[in-house]
């Protein structure tokens, strides 16, 4: 009679494992845990953050604090400069300005996003590829050459006005140059930059939707509208979330639209913050009045940026 034996790997005497549990628990390490070494790694990305983010940071609410212009010697003047940010009518304007332009770079362009989504995701679209690529465009093309263009298209003469002209209009409007019609029409400039991001956004985020729950809805009879609102609406939480905190981020902000077309002008009408923290700057020597209006925008992008991620969160059941 053949006995069939197998081989056994040598077996580590039992003791080891306890000593090397004694030894894990005698450096305060837990099972699982990172080890001190491992957090050596993160000590130069920590390094930048404390010096080009965290110290300008504290620079600048110190310059919030003072009366200076960037040459000679500073002078504390406390809570002033943002009182003078709550009592001036002229900077409360500035803030006023920013919200009319969260309706062009968010509300609007969120909207036709979801409107594009909705008519593009039905069906299968012939060059869908194409269509992409033509409406996120303007988020890959430099900011000076879109100014110039939009320069050119509200022109006396230019594109706006001889539209307005086919249908009987006023064709005489300097739309830049007007004090109503300036901001609305950086307005529409960044609606138009806007508008292809969310689509691309939105687009993306259907897809990953489950297309089950569409042929369920239409078996229980739901038409476009209903699967919209119950489906597609629900499922782009998220993309929705992400699309409005960078336009809404984005207007609060705004710099280098106003700049490019109208520096703020006719008169201050189309002014805002962004671009008043620059002129204050670098162009008054009003350093500490301009670094009051950037730790307010900056404390209003904060607390927006939390209000909207709170949003984007799927309710409890």
Not at 180 to 200: K, N, R, Y
Request: charged share 15%.
């Amino acid at each position: 009679m053949v006995l069939n034996t197998a081989v056994l790997p040598p077996q580590a005497p039992a003791s080891i494992a306890p000593a090397a549990r004694r030894r894990g628990r005698s450096r305060g390490t837990a099972p699982g845990e990172p080890r001190l070494v491992a957090y050596l790694y993160l000590v130069p990305a920590l390094l930048m953050v404390v010096v080009f983010v965290l110290l300008p940071v504290l620079h600048t609410v110190y310059l919030s604090l003072v009366k200076w212009d960037g040459v000679t010697a500073a002078t504390f003047v406390g809570l002033g400069n943002y009182v003078d940010i709550l009592t001036d009518p002229q900077l409360r304007a500035l803030f006023l300005h920013s919200l009319e332009l969260v309706f062009f770079f968010a509300v609007l362009p969120i909207s036709l996003g979801l409107l594009i989504t909705a008519l593009l995701s039905r069906r299968a679209v012939r060059g869908m590829t194409f269509y992409r690529s033509i409406l996120f465009l303007p988020q890959v093309v430099s900011m000076v050459v879109i100014a110039v263009a939009w320069q050119w298209i509200y022109a006396q003469d230019g594109v706006a006005n001889q539209l307005l002209g086919l249908i009987g209009l006023d064709r005489g409007i300097a739309w830049l140059g007007d004090f109503t019609w300036a901001l609305p029409a950086i307005g529409i400039v960044g609606a138009w930059l806007s508008t292809g991001l969310c689509m691309v956004l939105f687009l993306s985020g259907v897809q990953k939707i489950d297309t089950s729950l569409y042929e369920a809805a239409r078996l229980d009879g739901a038409n476009a509208w209903q699967e919209f609102r119950h489906i597609t609406l629900p499922g782009l939480r998220a993309e929705i979330a992400v699309a409005l905190t960078l336009t809404v981020v984005g207007a609060l902000k705004s710099f280098d639209v106003v700049y490019l077309l109208t520096k703020g002008g006719p008169g201050t009408s189309t002014a805002v913050p962004g671009y008043e923290i620059f002129a204050r700057a670098f162009g008054r020597g009003e350093a500490g009045s301009a670094a009051s209006l950037a730790v307010v925008l900056t404390v209003i992008i904060f607390v927006v940026s939390i209000a909207i991620s709170r949003f984007s969160k799927e309710p409890e059941v």
